[in-house]
């Protein structure tokens, strides 16, 4: 299994960037996780989806700003951020959770990872 994100970048705040991962070798009915991770700081919770996308879950800091959604033809799910701010900064990685919703928050219960995506965002 592999997992490939793209879509970071540098933006100054209140602007937008959409991040992609795209899952090879892996079937169906799996959890889609998004965590980012600034320096000096712990590995965090962004958001969480499931298969059939009528469960979403968003850390505090993100909630009405981000947005998570996935496409399963394409094995794809996305991060639509919008209104970044500074503190929005890190390195943003996708994660494959093949087990229950209650884990969605919880990195050490994921499967798989991307490799990390940078967002910077400037003041």
């Known amino acids: 299994v592999q997992l490939q994100a793209s879509g970071g970048g540098t933006v100054q705040a209140g602007g937008s960037l959409r991040l992609s991962c795209t899952a090879f070798?892996?079937?169906?009915?799996?959890?889609w996780g998004w965590f980012r991770q600034a320096p000096g700081k712990e590995r965090g919770f962004v958001a969480g989806?499931?298969?059939?996308?009528?469960?979403?879950y968003y850390a505090n800091s993100v909630k009405g700003r981000f947005a998570i959604s996935r496409d399963n033809a394409k094995n794809t799910v996305y991060l639509h951020m919008n209104s970044l701010k500074p503190e929005d900064t890190a390195l943003y990685y996708c994660?494959?959770?093949?087990?229950?919703?209650?884990?969605?928050?919880?990195?050490?219960?994921?499967?798989?990872w991307g490799q990390g995506t940078q967002v910077t965002v400037s003041s």
């Open positions: 070798g892996l079937s169906s009915n799996y959890i």
């Open positions: 994660a494959v959770l093949k087990n229950v919703w209650r884990w969605v928050r919880v990195s050490s219960k994921y499967n798989y």
């Open positions: 989806i499931n298969w059939d996308s009528d469960l979403q």
